[in-house]
């Protein structure tokens, strides 16, 4: 499928892998509505580089823990750029800021389990409902969640994250049948991403244990994982898959 002329918007647009998908989308034609938090000046950069690709960018601030935040952000999005045809789901939280010792559910107090919940699992799902009817209305709308390898197998269930972002996986599937056949939603689930907020400052064993455990040798590209984005938004017949980009830590 040709996107040239499409809107997009990516949620967390402004840091490693989303601006690597901004930058991807705007070069297949796509007008881009960079989503951020926080980091003024990097959403500010990414919307600067959609720019000199010769495409229309703008910036929305979206806390998707709060639904009011969300549905200005989309109706933003819709009327600044016309519309809505893209959706990707990229914003999410590690460990928030917080230091919690593997296996201590002590220090994994209930707040701040629902503080990963409320950003990795509920927000995504806050933000298709709002895009949905935008999404609809292009008659091939399109979703796509960012979920991590960690929903396929046993690797690293231990990490306080895990279940949240493990659960992006059955919330893809739920949205797909849900807005069939208007819209399809996929997940792409990468491992672990040099250069990403989510991918950085880890000890060095963390990823030498990674490359050695990996089939091929290798943490995950976010070249590839940008790549994978970009092409479930131009298929027609996939929906409801999770495709894992890992270098072969899992396989399903």
Not at 84 to 92: E, G, K, Q, S
Not at 108 to 131: Q, S
Not at 134 to 146: F, M, Q, T, Y
Request: hydrophobic share 45%.
């Amino acid at each position: 499928m040709n996107l040239t002329n499409a809107v997009a918007l990516v949620t967390g647009g402004s840091g490693g892998l989303g601006a690597r998908i901004c930058h991807l989308l705007a070069a297949e034609g796509v007008d881009i509505a960079v989503g951020y938090l926080g980091g003024d000046e990097r959403a500010d950069e990414t919307k600067k580089a959609i720019e000199i690709l010769g495409r229309r960018a703008i910036t929305v601030k979206i806390d998707q823990t709060k639904p009011a935040s969300v549905e200005d952000a989309v109706e933003k999005v819709g009327s600044d750029l016309g519309g809505l045809d893209i959706l990707v789901n990229n914003a999410a939280i590690a460990m928030g800021g917080h230091n919690i010792p593997l296996g201590d559910l002590e220090a994994f107090t209930p707040e701040i389990w629902d503080e990963m919940m409320a950003v990795n699992v509920r927000g995504p799902y806050l933000v298709a409902r709002a895009a949905a009817p935008h999404l609809r209305a292009s008659k091939w709308g399109r979703i796509v969640n960012i979920g991590s390898t960690l929903g396929h197998g046993d690797w690293y269930a231990d990490r306080p994250f895990a279940p949240s972002k493990a659960a992006v996986v059955p919330l893809t599937r739920f949205l797909a049948a849900n807005l069939a056949p208007d819209v399809t939603v996929n997940c792409v689930a990468p491992g672990l991403m040099e250069g990403t907020a989510l991918g950085s400052g880890g000890p060095q064993h963390l990823y030498d244990g990674w490359r050695n455990r990996a089939a091929l040798g290798v943490t995950t590209s976010i070249e590839d994982v940008a790549g994978q984005v970009v092409y479930l938004c131009k298929t027609s017949s996939i929906t409801g898959q999770s495709i894992v980009v890992d270098g072969g830590i899992n396989f399903h």
